[in-house]
């Protein structure tokens, strides 16, 4: 969202006025285009894009905490039913199926943000990933599908499943390989967390030949193999070699591991 949202309230209406009537304005568009359309085919993506604009100003309103849950729940339901329309329009086309999985998948993402509505985000989360799944089956290059697909996974926790999705998705677009990179990654702390070190060490080192990006918003590999190599199992000649691939690579080592590397 947009970092004006963290300023003053003032700012904050400002910027929830703006979102709003863009969703509006969307929704207004999409409506002339189904009246408007010449056939099935332009009916079909209209219907689709409303269905994705309705469901957007659905889970911005609802994340803001401008609707009640109610609210939300009947604007999902008239964005569902938009997309319904769509796919019944034209049932062989694999964005009919994507756009109603991402208005699925970003439902599912209120749940950090709304408690209210995290009982809901495990059905979301599985109608996304069916939508996606039909998608990939109507169209297997559309890497879109397999890159959301791989996000719906991950916030189910399935991230063997995760990494299959990715490595579809870097075989179709080689320049996403930081999304493989980072579900090694994240796979490798879960397995660090159950103590299963030789797994995890597996997965950080497959996360780093990849080419993890290491951003703030992804996970690390290489300070938790440090820590492996310096607590779990040391071996400080390893230890040694991970620093100097990190340092070789512009990535940040924790202090503390510098000092023990001495």
């Known amino acids: 969202m947009s970092a004006s949202l963290v300023f003053l309230p003032g700012c904050q209406r400002v910027s929830q006025y703006v979102y709003l009537h863009h969703y509006d304005s969307a929704i207004s568009d999409a409506t002339r285009a189904i009246a408007s359309a010449q056939n099935d085919s332009q009916r079909a993506e209209a219907y689709a894009q409303r269905g994705s604009a309705i469901g957007e100003k ?6 803001f905490k401008l609707i009640s849950s109610a609210e939300h729940a009947r604007l999902l339901d008239l964005a569902l039913k938009d997309h319904g329309q769509a796919i019944a329009l034209a049932p062989r086309t694999a964005d009919m ?4 999985g991402r208005t699925y998948y970003s439902q599912a993402t209120l749940a950090p943000m709304v408690r209210e509505e995290a009982p809901q985000a495990p059905a979301r989360l599985a ?26 996974d991950e916030d189910s926790g399935d991230w063997d499943q995760a990494i299959a999705d990715y490595t579809q998705l870097e075989a179709l677009q080689p320049n996403s390989r930081y999304r493989l990179a980072d579900a090694y990654c994240n796979r490798g702390s879960f ?3 159950d103590k299963k070190h030789d797994l995890a060490i597996a997965d950080f ?24 190599y310096l607590v779990q199992q040391p071996d400080l000649e390893k230890a040694r070699a991970i620093a100097h691939r990190a340092q070789a690579a512009g990535k940040w080592i924790a202090p503390e591991y510098l000092e023990k590397l001495k």
């Open 58 to 63: 659905a889970r911005y309103s609802r994340a």
């Open 97 to 100: 199926y994507y756009l109603r």
């Open 127 to 152: 109608a996304a990933k069916a939508d996606f799944s039909k998608a990939i089956e109507l169209d297997p290059r559309h890497a879109m599908a397999y890159d959301f697909l791989g996000l719906t």
């Open 191 to 193: 397995h660090l967390k």
């Open 205 to 228: 080192e497959k996360s780093i030949e990849i080419g993890s990006s290491a951003d703030a918003c992804q996970c690390e590999p290489y300070n938790p193999l440090l820590a492996i």
